[in-house]
């Protein structure tokens, strides 16, 4: 399994970009990124995920670096609703029957947004 | 949409008894995954189903816990007899297969006194 290594802990001013940097060194060439977070009390939520290249959605935007060794999620304009624990998840993508491996949450970034 | 639907939300039963937590996942996604959560060690798989087969329970911590999945819309997690060190916020996750992004209820939080 690659494993992923992220910041215990990060704060972010309201209104302001948050980046939470990712290091994935020993990513496999068929292993996505995935992004959850997870909000005090309740279970975790997707975010985003992505293989090589740059995506986007209504969240946020995870940005790969081109050796895909690291990567970086970005909440453009972030709240307080955004405090959270947030978990960085490489995983490879089944193909056919093999089901792939499972999503191993690790401690993740605890990201605190403040007024 | 209706999300993933967890029962109950809070459990609180003394030690020795049977608890069984149910799980309604997405109506249409095929996958669905037990995890469990606690402070020491955090979020772990305990089994997944797929088409509501078990392909994995490696997760699962010992004989005391079992699931059954009997048809696409309910699974159910049952730990018999419950202990202590079983205390824990147990969630499960639905995806519309294996690789696909997993949704997650808000959890069943267990306390066995």
């Known amino acids: 399994d690659a494993k992923t290594t992220q910041p215990p802990s990060m704060d972010c001013a309201e209104g302001r970009a948050a980046n939470l940097p990712c290091n994935h060194s020993?990513?496999?060439?068929?292993?996505?990124v995935y992004w959850y977070r997870q909000i005090h009390s309740q279970g975790p939520q997707y975010i985003i995920h992505?293989?090589?290249n740059n995506e986007t959605n209504e969240m946020a935007s995870l940005i790969i670096t081109e050796d895909r060794k690291s990567s970086t999620l970005i909440l453009p304009h972030a709240t307080l609703r955004d405090t959270a624990v947030y978990y960085c998840?490489?995983?490879?993508?089944?193909?056919?029957?093999?089901?792939?491996?499972?999503?191993?949450f690790g401690p993740g970034t605890r990201l605190s947004v403040l007024p | 949409d209706a999300g993933v639907i967890q029962s109950p939300r809070h459990e609180v039963t003394e030690m020795g008894q049977e608890v069984t937590l149910r799980c309604k996942p997405i109506?249409?996604?095929?996958?669905l995954f037990w995890y469990r959560q606690t402070m020491m060690r955090g979020l772990e798989l305990l089994i997944y189903?797929?088409?509501?087969?078990?392909?994995?329970d490696s997760g699962m911590p010992e004989d005391r816990f079992s699931a059954k999945m009997p048809n696409a819309s309910f699974s159910t997690l049952k730990i018999q007899p419950s202990e202590p060190r079983d205390s824990a916020v147990y969630f499960c996750?639905?995806?519309?297969?294996?690789?696909?992004?997993?949704?997650f209820g808000d959890g069943t939080r267990l306390s066995i006194l």
């Open positions: 189903f797929n088409n509501n087969v078990p392909i994995d």
């Open positions: 998840i490489v995983r490879a993508s089944p193909i056919r029957d093999n089901y792939g491996q499972n999503f191993v």
């Open positions: 109506s249409g996604h095929n996958s």
């Open positions: 996750a639905s995806s519309l297969a294996p690789n696909q992004p997993q949704h």
């Open positions: 992505g293989l090589k």
């Open positions: 020993t990513i496999s060439g068929n292993e996505y």
